[in-house]
């Protein structure tokens, strides 16, 4: 593939020849013709959810870390590890991606998105900051490159990415797309649900309410890929290989159960090596439902083992992953209104 050339007089932003990639866009951001109109909404979502990590105290938290298990210590500590590796590594490949995507509405949400993991590599800083003591800080920056799960699964997202940037080539372009999928839509959740776990208890409150922020984010990230595969398979629909998906499917939920395990198993109240498994295959199901190949990856994981987690996560009503998205209540986080559309600039 050809990224998209900055500066291109010839570029034609008609509606009729607008694609979502392969166009011949100017980069002139004409947002008063959308041809995409979902990114017309989304962008407005993604917007209504602006938040500031340091509006969040975390001064109440400082105790209770002391007070938790070792295990939990332990789990806190990892799955900030590895959310600040994806974040990290989102905020620096996501305009890797933007070079190729050639209708300007889409261009503009893939920008506010690499913004938002911005913040969410920012808000990390500022827990580990104000909660872990000094001396373990940069351990938890440094886990991924001495814990072996850890590493793996890591590496196994990087190097998709990587690969596309050493070699950009449709089907590799395609693999990315699913990854970023994958990341936004399932690696995250068992993750997030530990924090929810821990508040149901009354236990790490503030960390719990940043994390809802960055869970009410990737939501729309998750959305967006969605759509974005959806449209490119519409137009290229050999790029995606519906077996290939299904494995990468199937071995980025091979990795988050077993990197669950090793993080969280059986310990914690609330979570066991069952409710695991029942939760990340149902995650994948509706989120394989979503992208359109049809089928069920995992026969009989129907149920949603933390549904009493969703009233913590600020996902109520969309814990059937956000069919209702659009129609979704505006949650009483939200600190801008939302606009009505672009006349409103
Ligand atoms: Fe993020
Ligand atoms: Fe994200």
Not at 75 to 81: E, V
Not at 212 to 232: G, K, P, Q, S
């Amino acid at each position: 593939m050809e990224p998209k050339r900055l500066f291109n007089p010839e570029g034609d932003d008609s509606l009729e020849s607008r694609r979502i990639i392969g166009g011949n866009s100017t980069n002139i951001f004409n947002l008063n013709n959308v041809r995409y109109q979902w990114a017309n909404k989304l962008y407005r979502n993604m917007m209504a959810n602006f938040w500031i990590p340091e509006k969040t105290d975390l001064s109440s938290d400082i105790e209770p870390y002391k007070h938790l298990t070792v295990e939990e210590r332990q789990a806190y500590d990892g799955i900030l590890s590895f959310l600040i590796f994806l974040d990290s590594i989102q905020t620096n490949n996501l305009s890797n991606i933007n070079d190729y995507i050639t209708a300007p509405e889409v261009n503009l949400l893939l920008a506010i998105q690499q913004y938002q993991e911005a913040i969410h590599s920012q808000s990390y800083q500022y827990v580990v900051e104000s909660i872990i003591p000094t001396d373990r800080r940069n351990s938890i920056y440094d886990k991924w490159r001495t814990d072996k799960v850890l590493f793996e699964r890591n590496k196994y997202i990087a190097q998709i990415y990587q690969d596309f940037i050493d070699d950009p080539a449709e089907k590799k372009f395609a693999k990315v797309l699913i990854a970023n999928y994958l990341l936004e839509g399932l690696y995250f959740y068992n993750g997030f649900n530990f924090f929810y776990n821990l508040a149901s208890r009354n236990l790490m409150l503030g960390t719990s309410e940043i994390i809802r922020y960055i869970n009410r984010d990737e939501l729309t990230h998750c959305v967006m890929f969605e759509f974005i595969v959806r449209e490119i398979r519409e137009l290229e629909a050999d790029y995606f290989s519906v077996a290939e998906v299904e494995e990468m499917f199937r071995f980025a939920v091979d990795q988050e159960i077993s990197w669950t395990n090793h993080i969280i198993g059986d310990g914690i109240l609330g979570v066991s090596e069952a409710t695991t498994e029942m939760y990340t295959k149902w995650l994948a199901n509706e989120r394989w439902n979503k992208l359109g190949f049809g089928g069920k990856l995992y026969e009989g994981f129907d149920k949603n083992p933390y549904k009493h987690l969703e009233k913590l996560a600020d996902t109520e009503g969309e814990g059937d992953v956000k069919s209702n998205f659009f129609e979704s209540t505006v949650s009483a986080y939200n600190q801008s209104s939302v606009l009505d559309g672009w006349d409103d600039f």
